[in-house]
Nanobody, 127 residues
């Protein structure tokens, strides 16, 4: 089992920044991808970014150039740096862990390949 806990959400004005953290614990040795997802009211859960243990990153077009994923050296904490936030970024944000060693594009942004999920943290951006 793997446990994930997100933190860092909050309310900001458009153009502002937030940094989300995802702390992993448990049997993390079998985890290869850490994905970031978001879900706005009445919308489907959307994959926005992912990072592989080898440092490879993937982003959905809507956040490229504004969001950055990273991880600490021990890979026990992953981060999502969000800059130039827009009102349309308002959503509940989740991190999730996948045991798949390799996911061909766009698999790393698909919720179906992720087994373990955090509880979510709310991000609200006002205009």
């Amino acid at each position: 089992q793997v446990q994930l806990v997100e933190s860092g959400g909050g309310s900001v004005q458009a153009g502002g920044s937030l940094r989300l953290s995802c702390a992993l614990s448990g049997n993390i040795g079998g985890i290869y991808y850490l994905g970031w997802f978001r879900q706005a009211p009445d919308k489907e859960r959307e994959g926005i970014a992912a990072i592989h243990n080898d440092g490879t990153t993937t982003y959905v077009d809507s956040v490229k150039g504004r969001f950055t994923v990273s991880q600490d050296n021990k890979k026990t904490t992953r981060f999502l740096e969000m800059d130039n936030l827009k009102p349309e970024d308002t959503a509940m944000y989740y991190c999730a862990a996948s045991p798949w060693m390799y996911l061909e594009w766009p698999g790393s942004l698909s919720p179906r390949w992720y087994t373990y999920w955090g509880q979510g943290t709310q991000v609200s951006v006002s205009s």
